[in-house]
């Protein structure tokens, strides 16, 4: 059973439409990039795999489970980071994380959630307001998020972006970690260099409609 | 799980709110103001005002609590927060449970703080009804809060929402509106209470309805 199954998805907003007959299965275990110019549906079709938008039509399976109709099942089995921070900005990063975790039925002890702040390179500021961070700060933390959620399946919405070099790292270690204990990643990015580096699958989406690559075309290209 | 996440929502809220104080202090300098324009208006005629002041205690609560709710939901705007709550497990019955909660505290906090003003402004004796007053505040706060919180949610991705959200919501809460000011009159007027006991039974029977109704329109709402 594939992790996450897309069969003949389209989407539009209004006339315009912003995938077209999309097909794609994704393996357990497995981290696929999508690739693909600004505006090209990227961002769309992870909102509809994380149940958040609902296709003008076609069908989406995560774990074996209906993408419209097992929505909450889905939902527990699933993260996604997405290119708004998803934290709050009058909180710290201690109080976020228990927010965000507690809404998904996990409850962090204290000594857990300083480990994964001073692994994300972050545990120093735990206690300083969200909106005193940078952007690279609040992208640590979410990742802060993912690894206490530990979901099945992650989905990243342009996970390098506004990250160092060390934090960049950190976060290619941690999809491997993820990929080790067999989850699974779909993840866009304007950066192929960075993704490749852990990614098995690549895909290629262009005016709406999913292209199959392969690392050595993109290279060819 | 489901307690929790109402608790957790309602903590979330607060604090945020403590921290910032964005919310309470723009309720509070709504009403400050509306307390004066009305107390200068009446200052000539204080047997107007009598008859006139439970009319404008709601005035100045509904609209005052008309602020917060409209910032219930557009603060989870800022770093798609919205979208987060969304996508989560949580029983979304659990998020609006806890956003009503956290409403109606704010509300309740400001008329709290509100009431002695009226008292001290327009000469009130409340010393006798002030249990039965405050059980009418609660009773009708709890109403517009549990539909305040749905319609807050419902008009939170509408462009237009600070003027929708009155515009779609006062209309549904006017049975509490003129149930409230008919039992406040007539506790403020030392009745007994038989005599305007059916509206804080119309009170009550409102949230009960309106509670469940909006606790089940609000998943399809959020999800939407």
């Not at chain 1, 690739?35 to 909102?47: I, P, Q, V």
């Not at chain 2, 409403?103 to 039965?132: A, G, K, R, Y």
Request: proline share 3%.
């Amino acid at each position: 059973m594939p992790a996450i199954r897309v069969q003949d998805l389209s989407h539009s907003y209004g006339h315009y439409q912003v995938l077209r007959q999309v097909t794609l299965e994704i393996s357990q275990g497995t981290c696929y990039t999508l690739l693909g110019a600004n505006g090209s549906g990227k961002t769309t079709l992870l909102r509809i795999l994380a149940t958040l938008l609902r296709p003008t039509s076609g069908r989406i399976e995560i774990l074996g489970r209906d993408g419209v109709t097992d929505k909450t099942l889905i939902r527990r089995s699933l993260l996604f980071l997405a290119h708004g921070s998803h934290l709050y900005e009058e909180l710290n990063a201690l109080e976020n994380l228990q927010f965000a975790l507690a809404l998904r039925g996990l409850f962090p002890t204290p000594r857990q959630l300083k480990l994964v702040l001073d692994r994300v390179g972050i545990g120093a500021f735990a206690s300083m307001k969200v909106r005193h961070y940078s952007a690279g700060m609040k992208k640590r933390l979410s990742f802060a998020k993912a690894m206490l959620a530990a979901p099945d399946i992650l989905l990243l919405d342009e996970p390098f972006t506004a990250l160092d070099h060390s934090g960049v790292e950190l976060v290619q270690d941690y999809i491997r970690e993820v990929l080790n204990r067999n989850g699974t990643i779909l993840m866009s990015t304007h950066d192929p260099e960075k993704a490749r580096v852990v990614s098995q699958q690549v895909g290629l989406l262009r005016q709406g409609t999913l292209h199959p690559w392969t690392w050595r075309q993109k290279d060819a290209s | 799980m489901f307690r929790h996440v109402v608790q957790w929502v309602v903590w979330k809220d607060l604090l945020t709110e403590f921290r910032s104080r964005e919310t309470l202090s723009s309720m509070l300098f709504f009403a400050l103001i509306v307390i004066f324009i009305f107390s200068f208006s009446f200052s000539m005629n204080q047997q107007a005002a009598q008859e006139l002041i439970a009319g404008i205690i709601w005035v100045a609560f509904a609209f005052t609590g008309m602020i917060g709710l409209g910032k219930s939901f557009s603060a989870e705007l800022q770093n798609d927060c919205l979208e987060y709550l969304q996508g989560s497990p949580a029983a979304k019955g659990a998020i609006y449970a806890g956003k009503v909660a956290a409403n109606f505290m704010f509300m309740l906090i400001v008329e709290i703080i509100l009431f002695p003003l009226f008292v001290i402004f327009f000469n009130l004796d409340v010393i006798e009804q002030i249990s039965l007053l405050l059980l009418i505040f609660f009773l009708a706060t709890f109403g517009l809060s549990a539909v305040g919180t749905l319609f807050s949610a419902l008009t939170v991705q509408i462009r237009a929402r600070e003027v929708m959200l009155p515009i779609l919501l006062l209309p549904l809460v006017v049975p509490v509106m003129i149930a409230a000011v008919e039992a406040t009159k007539g506790a403020l007027n030392g009745d007994p209470l038989p005599m305007y006991q059916q509206w804080l039974e119309l009170l009550a029977i409102f949230n009960v309805v309106f509670t469940v109704v909006s606790f089940w329109l609000f998943d399809f709402i959020i999800d939407a």
